[in-house]
């Protein structure tokens, strides 16, 4: 039984006991009136004495009974509580198990998408770069699955935080078309987005993930038509609408659909597996935010979900300068630690492909062997959970302090705990989440030569 639950069946207990609080209540009121009344009119010491004594017997009783409905309230709320922090310990039970198991998983992920990008550079006929394309989209969907799972049990257990701050819905809006327009335009759609110059007051990760998952969803379930994102003011709130006209949802599916691994009964669309859990995440991080969302749909004409939440004063453009993101990294010496032999060796044949030259190693004292003191690095690749308990980190100390320079560095791994975020980003290094996606990682690499 889920915490709602136990918390609906409390709330209908304690309900149901205090109306007979207040019953009681209402009768020992009424009691106490007729022995005043009873005290006021005229008749024998003795008849008086027998009234009192006849309603003392009743309210005792009555007090007796509201005592014990008391109690049992108060230990209602006690089980209530026991309930509520036994769901709690074993949310945050599951969330550590499958941040454990995320990372096990997206290792071995890591190292396969390596692989295939260094295959897919090699010189292979038209038939095996079709091959390579379906491996990668079935392993984006292996990592997609466990990030998603890993974020709704997250998510579940409070661990994810909200950060609110004014927002230009533009910059939100702009990022979702240049996500999605490219799908939609495959699938013959237009996908629209109307940001009304409006600002709000939300989390932007937060946000952006509600919005790209149910234009997802949108997409996925249309067929002919389109997507439309829009914004509206209405008063101190923002009005975001995203409209689809595709199937629609029975009314019989308004609930299920923000339930896990429901697909609306289509196990796959066109091709691509529908995982089910674009509209789960919708509905706890709309929770989370404190937003409300409203869906309105008709079978055979499309669906409206509308997400309302609070306006924002528009802020003063700030500067940005243009970023160059050079690719080449022809000749630059790389030192790379990373204790999964199939990843370091997916690494290795990739430099080699981008005609870089790198010294690999699974373990700091390999390291320091192949480097020694002489040979110095323009930037180093370091894992940051390295076998017994050993971190990465301190090998770009090591190196940082051996050449007496300030080596750029990119820290690579699988745990997104906000923990190892902090550390990696207070050395000043570059934090890339596995699996690592080789043409991030060449642009990036490029551009810290190009600053170094």
């Known amino acids: 039984m889920t ?17 007979r609080v207040a019953k009681l209540e209402r009768i020992n009121a009424a009691l106490m009136v007729q022995v005043e009344r009873s005290m006021d009119q005229r008749g024998t010491a003795y008849s008086l004495f027998q009234t009192a004594i006849t309603l003392e017997g009743q309210v005792r009783a009555r007090t007796e009974e509201l005592t014990a409905l008391m109690r049992s309230l108060e230990r209602s709320n006690q089980a209530l509580t026991a309930a509520k922090e036994e769901a709690e310990r074993a ?3 599951k969330t550590r198990f499958l941040t454990a198991a995320s990372h096990d998983l997206l290792q071995p992920l890591n190292a396969a998408r390596l692989s295939l990008s260094a295959l897919g550079d090699m010189p292979v006929d038209v038939e095996a770069k079709g091959i390579v394309g379906q491996v ?4 984006q969907t292996i990592e997609d699955l466990i990030k998603t799972l890993l974020d709704i049990s997250k998510l579940d257990a409070g661990l994810i ?18 996500s999605f327009g490219p799908l939609a335009a495959r699938k013959g759609l237009r ?13 932007v990760v937060l946000l952006q993930r509600i919005i790209q998952n149910l234009v997802s969803n949108g997409i996925r379930y249309t067929q002919t038509g389109g997507v439309l994102v829009a914004a509206r003011a209405r008063g101190e709130q923002v009005r975001i609408d995203v409209i689809d006209s595709g199937a629609g949802i029975p009314d019989a599916d308004r609930d299920l659909i923000f339930e896990e691994f429901h697909r609306g009964g289509r196990e796959s669309v066109d091709g691509e597996i529908a995982l089910g859990l674009g509209l789960s995440i919708v509905r706890r991080s709309v929770e989370a935010l404190g937003h409300q969302l409203t869906l309105a749909s008709r079978v055979g004409h499309g669906s409206r979900f509308t997400l309302m939440l609070p306006r924002a004063a528009a802020e003063a453009p700030r500067p940005v300068m243009p970023l160059a993101l050079p690719t080449s990294l022809t000749g630059a010496r790389i030192a790379v630690i990373e204790n999964d032999r199939a990843a370091l060796e997916a690494l290795a044949r990739l430099f080699q492909n981008w005609d870089a030259h790198a010294l690999a190693a699974r373990d700091h004292l390999s390291l320091m062997r192949l480097t020694g003191s002489t040979w110095s690095p323009d930037v180093i690749i370091a894992d940051y959970h390295l076998d017994g308990g050993a971190c990465g980190l301190d090998t770009v100390t090591w190196l940082r302090t051996v050449h007496g320079m300030d080596i750029p560095a990119v820290v690579t791994t699988a745990d997104h705990s906000p923990e190892v975020e902090a550390h990696v ?4 290094c570059e ?9 991030q990682l060449r642009a990036l690499l490029a551009h810290l030569l190009t600053k170094s």
Request: avoid cysteine; charge should be neutral.
């Open 191 to 203: 996908l629209s987005v109307r940001p009304g110059g409006l600002w709000v007051t939300s989390d």
């Open 3 to 19: 915490i709602g639950m136990h918390e609906a069946a409390a709330d209908e207990d304690r309900e149901a006991l205090l109306r």
């Open 425 to 428: 980003r207070a050395t000043g």
């Open 136 to 139: 990668e989209r079935g392993l």
């Open 91 to 93: 949310n945050r039970s």
């Open 431 to 439: 934090l890339v989440h596995k699996p690592i996606k080789p043409g």
């Open 161 to 178: 935080q909200p950060a609110p701050r004014s927002l230009k819905l533009a910059d939100v809006f702009e990022s979702v078309e240049a």
